[in-house]
Nanobody, 114 residues
Framework: VQLQASGGGLAQAGGSLRVSCAAS????????MGWYRQAPGKQRELVAS???????NYADSVKGRFTISRDNAKNTVSLQMNSLQPEDTAVYYC?????????WGQGTQVTVSS
């Protein structure tokens, strides 16, 4: 089982970035998937999650700015990030849970300059 994240990078405040995650090794279409982030010196936090049926949940800090989506046929989950703010700077990790097992992508850096 592998989660491979891509995207991210550097953006100015107010700009946009997209991160994507490709899952392999099994069919994740029935599993909830999500994006977490971890800023320096802070705990990892949930940014957004999406159920197999497409119902999305967002942290209050990103509501209205970020959109999570998934393609079950391709086993991918993406996070479109608009109106980025410097406080969104963090390493972003994709995640899924299968039973009691948590799977993580390798993380991708998102840096927002003011």
């Amino acid at each position: 089982v592998q989660l491979q994240a891509s995207g991210g990078g550097l953006a100015q405040a107010g700009g946009s970035l997209r991160v994507s995650c490709a899952a392999s090794g099994r069919d994740f279409s029935r599993n909830e998937m999500g994006w977490y982030r971890q800023a320096p010196g802070k705990q990892r936090e949930l940014v957004a999650s999406i159920t197999s049926g497409g119902r999305a949940n967002y942290a209050d800090s990103v509501k209205g700015r970020f959109t999570i989506s998934r393609d079950n046929a391709k086993n991918t989950v993406s996070l479109q990030m608009n109106s980025l703010q410097p406080e969104d700077t963090a390493v972003y990790y994709c995640n899924t849970i299968v039973g009691v097992l948590w799977y993580w992508g390798q993380g991708t850096q998102v840096t927002v300059s003011s």
